[in-house]
Nanobody
Framework: VQLQASGGGLVQAGDSLRLSCTAS?????TGWFRQAPGKEQEFVAA????????YYEDSVKGRFRISADNAKNTVYLQMNSLKPEDTAVYYC??????????????????????WGQGTEVTVSS
């Protein structure tokens, strides 16, 4: 399965962006991670394709929303009220079909089987 991430760009603080992650095949869960310059990769959000349960990192709760269009094999990350600290390269990742990740592990990169190439988000103050 290949993942194609898109939608990044340069915006001002308070603006919105919507990232897209399109998979070439079926997946069971999809997550978004980000890595800022000089920092470790961190979990942002995830969604179970079956059932639609969603999970968020605390700093993005209430501002970001993850959703899925299963017919298009696409997961979206709607990012509102962007802050300069949201600046990072955003990666989507997916779990192979037939395998589920337990709730306590959705934030762990090693749980994901497929990774997209990343899309850069820059938020200016």
């Amino acid at each position: 399965v290949q993942l194609q991430a898109s939608g990044g760009g340069l915006v001002q603080a308070g603006d919105s962006l919507r990232l897209s992650c399109t998979a070439s095949g079926r997946t069971s869960s999809t997550g978004w991670f980000r890595q800022a310059p000089g920092k470790e990769q961190e979990f942002v959000a995830a969604i179970r394709r079956n059932g639609g349960a969603t999970y968020y990192e605390d700093s993005v709760k209430g501002r970001f929303r993850i959703s899925a269009d299963n017919a298009k094999n696409t997961v979206y990350l709607q990012m509102n009220s962007l802050k300069p600290e949201d600046t990072a390269v955003y990666y989507c990742a997916a779990v192979s079909p037939g395998r589920q990740v337990i709730v306590s592990a959705v934030s762990l990169p090693r749980m994901y089987d497929y990774w997209g190439q990343g899309t850069e988000v820059t938020v200016s103050s």
